[in-house]
């Protein structure tokens, strides 16, 4: 295996450090409903998404690494280099997997879905996950 080395010039580097000290990594989850990330002609644009996990349990440090992190660390890299980013995810909210945790602690499977999406949307943030926006695949626009 070979490693190359990528050149940075002064610009970049000046760019990426503005970008860090004026756009703080610290997000709220919802970000995106009061500043929505949108693509600019002439700019390189960039999607990020991650696995979407089921709100069936409580994420823990292997679901991040395995879900979330590598796609954080991209967008972080995005933004750093100064490109117009969109890192979004949300909770899977159908399937067996709802329906089974909704039976086994006896409650509604929407109820199961607020009660997990409001754990994992806090565990993400605890963790500084920079999504743009976290969603759910119960919303009204996600199921239009």
Known sequence: MSLTTVEVDEFELLNSKNSWISKSCLKDINRVE???????????????TSALP????VPHLG?????????????????????????????????????TKALEEKLTPQQICDKYFKIHSEIYTWFNISFDHFGRTTSPKQTE
């Open 34 to 48: 009061c500043q929505p990330v949108l693509p600019v002609k002439g700019e390189k644009n960039v999607l990020v």
């Open 54 to 57: 089921y709100v069936n349990n």
């Open 63 to 99: 679901n991040i690494i395995g879900c979330v992190l590598s796609a954080d660390v991209f967008a972080r890299y995005c933004r750093l280099r100064g490109w117009n980013t969109l890192y979004i995810s949300g909770t899977d909210e159908y399937g067996t997997a709802t329906e």
